[in-house]
């Protein structure tokens, strides 16, 4: 088969996928928007940024279980063990984010670490509250998302991505019709969408077959039982909690700015519209790990930096038109300040899908090695550099969106670096193995 053909059917596979992704990050948007467009838009888009990363923390351990799910999907005795440690941990986390509720830790996480103005701490807890859901439902639709992916329903996933937004919309669309409290409609707006999407990914699977037991009962590569599985997750778990971890942090940050105030506004505005773009890219480690046995390397990242380099463009197209800035005051309302503070990050950060499809096709390779630590001491690395350019930015006078794109832009290549010399490593000793 050509190249060209191999290609070809690289993004036949991807598009469906990449929906899914997008779907799920035009939430962000859309929240953002209608948040701008009710009563004390500033502050309420700060603390659902805030209670956002709060979440998103909780949630990080088992954001990879979509990658365990498609690579432990060949034996039945992975797929059984897998299926007890997504209950065992997403439930674990949906019960740890409900200990950040409690006003006594909300204290210690959001106001000590975290920097937050108590004025907003009220309104955090209560959308954490409406959110305490969010992970157990992450962990679920992921688990079948990795079933359908490895069966080449691609379809269904992107079909259960956009039903996600359609619920989104819809809460976000009845409670700007209501001008009902912001923070509270995108809580509602954030949970339901995702539990939508969970029961809809979970039925496709059953119709469609994907959860029917494989032949092979287990291989000596594959974890047989839940001890095997945390074995193999661990890595992939922690690389999450170490990412996000610092994203978290990141806020700090951005908090303890000189313009922290409207700097806490402006980031998470500025990077939910880069995000859009920038997470059509991830599922290409997905098609990976999928992929890794049928189609040579050279093909994959070729294709990887094909995703990265059309994605970018439509960022910079978007962000560096005359005019975006017409489009960013309808996103963010009518707040000159905070429009003139989005629009240099968006402009910033335009290369950043082409870093994000390079860093997923890394992982993808390293994860289909089973050389999970390698992804994670990379992003160890990503996130000391990320947090360490934030804060030199601050200190030096940097306005927070600023300091906080620098930040995480510098973060991802220097984890790319390290990804990439971590595969390099591995072909180099096959290759010396072989000779």
């Avoid at 191999?6 to 948040?35: E, K, N, R």
């Avoid at 997750?233 to 610092?246: Q, V």
């Avoid at 050389?371 to 994670?376: A, D, E, I, K, L």
């Avoid at 030199?392 to 930040?407: D, E, H, P």
């Amino acid at each position: 088969m050509s190249r060209k053909r191999q290609l070809i059917q690289l993004w036949q596979q991807f598009i469906p996928l990449s929906l899914s992704d997008v779907s799920m990050a035009l939430g962000d948007p859309l929240t953002t928007t209608t948040l701008a467009h009710l009563p004390d838009a500033r502050n309420n888009i700060a603390a659902v940024g805030v209670a956002k990363a709060i979440a998103i923390f909780c949630e990080s351990p088992i954001i990879m279980l979509l990658h365990a799910s498609n690579a432990l999907a060949p034996t039945q005795a992975s797929r059984r063990a897998l299926w007890q440690f997504t209950l065992i941990t997403s439930g674990g986390m949906s019960l740890l984010l409900a200990l950040t509720t409690i006003p006594a830790i909300f204290a210690i996480v959001g106001e000590g670490w975290l920097g937050v103005a108590p004025s907003l701490s009220g309104t955090i807890r209560s959308t954490l509250t409406i959110v305490i859901l969010w992970p157990l439902a992450i962990g679920w639709r992921r688990y079948f998302q990795g079933l359908l992916i490895h069966s080449g329903e691609s379809n269904a996933v992107a079909m259960a991505g956009i039903i996600r937004l359609l619920v989104v919309g819809g809460i976000l669309a009845g409670g700007f019709a209501l001008r009902a409290n912001g923070a509270v409609v995108a809580g509602m707006s954030l949970v339901w969408g995702v539990i939508a999407e969970a029961v809809v990914v979970t039925f496709l699977a059953r119709r469609l077959g994907a959860t029917k037991l494989p032949e092979l009962v287990s291989t000596p590569e594959l974890p047989k039982d839940l001890a095997g599985v945390w074995k193999f997750y661990a890595p992939l778990g922690g690389t999450m909690i170490l990412g996000w971890g610092a994203r978290a942090a990141l806020v700090g940050i951005v908090a303890r700015a000189n313009d922290g105030s409207i700097a806490l506004a402006a980031w998470p505005a500025a990077w939910g519209l880069v995000i859009v773009v920038a997470n059509s890219t991830r599922m290409v480690q997905q098609m990976i790990i999928r992929n890794r046995q049928l189609l040579p390397d050279r093909v994959l990242i070729i294709f990887a930096i094909t995703v990265g380099l059309v994605c970018s463009l439509i960022l910079l197209s978007v962000s560096g038109t005359p005019l975006s800035q017409d489009a960013i005051g309808w996103f963010v309302g009518n707040d000159p300040e905070l429009i003139a503070r989005v629009r240099p990050v968006l402009l910033l950060c335009a290369v950043m899908p082409l870093l994000v499809s390079l860093q997923n096709a890394l992982q993808g390779f390293l994860v289909s090695e089973g050389r999970t630590w390698g992804v994670n001491q990379a992003a160890g690395v990503g996130a000391v550099v990320m947090l360490g350019a934030a804060y030199v930015g601050t200190q030096l006078g940097q306005n927070g969106a600023i300091a906080a794109a620098l930040g995480m832009m510098l973060g991802v290549t220097m984890e790319i670096g390290y990804l990439f010399y971590s595969w390099r490593s591995i072909r180099v000793s096959r290759t010396g193995a072989n000779d």
